[in-house]
């Protein structure tokens, strides 16, 4: 199993959906995973490309059935990983990418043990605020949470993930390189 499921885990900022988008065209045997969530649509979303949109009872219905590898609540919002989306991937003989916290990352872990973990560290705490505050897209506020929880974040992941590879991605390239050559050998 361990050649078929990637999981890449980062604090906000650090670069993930970036590489990821920059990558995973050039593998036409991998699919970017799809996850389930209970939050609204934003425009231009579509159901089954971006997320599995659910109902609040539609996710319960999931968790209570044993049919999520892991699940999260998020402000107010539940996220989690549909067991049939990826079954269904692996039939197809598909390699499978996913988008995990580092939390996420460690229940994922319980159900697929051997999945590859990729770790994606910005270079330094100073980058990673100057990212976000680049984005132009958050408050003051939500940027000193995201700067707080990226520290307990890549905390977690060095004390406790299970990550076989770490890329830094101070340079995009550099750091493309890294994730396909990462990609090329499972």
Same mark, same amino acid.
């Given at each position: ?8 885990? =980062? ?28 939050? !609204?649509?934003?425009? *231009? ?8 949109? !659910? ?11 044993? *049919? ?11 996220? *989690?990983?549909? !067991? ?7 039939? %197809? ?17 319980? &159900? ?12 330094? +705490? ?7 505050? *680049? ?8 940027? %000193? &949470?995201?700067? =707080? ?7 977690? =992941? ?9 890329? &830094? ?6 750091? +493309? ?10």
């Amino acid at each position: 199993m361990n050649n078929k499921l990637f999981v890449m885990s =980062a604090a906000s900022g650090a670069g993930k959906t970036t590489l990821k988008d920059k990558v995973i065209g050039e593998f036409p045997d991998i699919v970017y995973s799809i996850s389930a969530t209970t939050r !609204k649509p934003r425009e *231009g979303e579509v159901n089954g490309v971006h997320y599995f949109f !659910k109902t609040k009872e539609e996710f319960e219905k999931l968790i209570k059935e044993d *049919g999520l590898i892991e699940w999260n609540e998020v402000h107010g919002n539940y996220y *989690g990983t549909p !067991k049939f989306f990826v079954e269904d991937m692996l039939r %197809q003989g598909k390699r499978v990418l996913f988008d995990l916290d580092v939390f996420g990352k460690v229940n994922f872990d319980k &159900v697929y043990p051997d999945a590859t973990g990729i770790l994606i560290m910005p270079p330094s +705490a100073e980058e990673l605020e100057r990212r976000l505050r *680049g984005r132009g897209t958050d408050s003051e506020e939500v940027i %000193q &949470v995201r700067l =707080a929880n990226a520290k307990k974040e890549i905390e977690f =992941a060095k004390t406790k993930g299970k990550y076989e590879y770490t890329i &830094v991605n101070d340079d995009l390239e550099k750091a +493309a390189n890294e994730l396909r050559e990462i990609l090329k050998l499972k």
